[in-house]
Nanobody
Framework: QVQLVESGGGVVQAGDSLRLSCAAS????????IGWFRQAPGKEREFVAA????????YYADAMKGRVTISRDNAKSTVSLQMNSMAPEDTAIYYC??????????????????WGQGTQVTVSS
């Protein structure tokens, strides 16, 4: 079992940066792929970024490449998502997610084993 708790959401202005954090609990945290998905109103949940258990492999959605950076600290059981140059279309609930292999590149929502409760991110223009 892995429990995921997101933090860092809020309201920002277009062009601002925001850092989301995911704190995980569960003694098997180290072997999971940890990632972020987001879901905007009326839209399907979509992949944002993920990092494998060693931190050596990072996956980014094509639309997010260059604007987001994911990082992982297994000693602290945390994963962070740094988002820059934010735009109103980034407004969504952001979910932390965990899954064991195998998974595709990018991982799909149906492959996720555990979800956090989500944190709201609102970008005003």
């Amino acid at each position: 079992q892995v429990q995921l708790v997101e933090s860092g959401g809020g309201v920002v202005q277009a062009g601002d940066s925001l850092r989301l954090s995911c704190a995980a609990s569960g003694h098997t945290f180290g072997r999971y792929l940890i990632g972020w998905f987001r879901q905007a109103p009326g839209k399907e949940r979509e992949f944002v970024a993920a990092v494998n258990w060693t931190g050596n492999y990072k996956y980014y959605a094509d639309a997010m490449k260059g604007r987001v950076t994911i990082s992982r600290d297994n000693a602290k059981s945390t994963v962070s998502l740094q988002m820059n140059s934010m735009a109103p279309e980034d407004t969504a609930i952001y979910y932390c997610a965990a899954t064991e292999p195998p998974y595709s590149n990018p991982p799909l929502p149906k492959q996720i084993d555990y979800w956090g409760q989500g944190t709201q991110v609102t970008v005003s223009s």
